[in-house]
């Protein structure tokens, strides 16, 4: 029974920035490892970061590694990602994920909850 919200996409130049935020609904966010996934037009979803229940450990895609940052806040039920120098090849759509397992891994079948995603389009 857990709704996933995102926010905060966009339409930048290259080289731009974004943070994206997904909140979560329920009193039992804090004990969900998140996940970030994206998918472009005819291309499948791809994984691009995850995080902890705790937020300790974090894992990212080696495309965006250097350049995202995924975080959380427990207070807020909510989870970021920040997105730095951002490229054409990162326009798609973002989604959230969550996984009350606790699995933060890079498949799709780990998460169990999805947001609807918000649009990032990277301009050249």
């Known amino acids: 029974q857990v709704q996933l919200v995102e926010s905060g996409g966009g339409l930048v130049q290259a080289g731009g920035s974004l943070r994206l935020s997904c909140a979560a609904s329920g009193r039992t966010f804090g004990s969900y490892a998140m996940g970030w996934f994206r998918q472009a037009p005819g291309k499948e979803r791809e994984f691009v970061a995850s995080?902890?229940?705790?937020?300790?450990?974090?894992r990212y895609a080696d495309s965006v590694k250097g350049r995202f940052t995924i975080s959380r806040d427990n207070t807020k039920n909510t989870v970021y990602l920040r997105m730095n120098s951002l490229k054409p090849e990162d326009t798609a759509v973002y989604y959230c994920a969550g996984s009350p397992a606790g699995f933060s891994g890079s498949s799709r079948s780990q998460y169990n909850y999805w947001g609807q995603g918000t649009q990032v389009t990277v301009s050249s």
């Open positions: 995080i902890s229940y705790s937020g300790i450990t974090t």
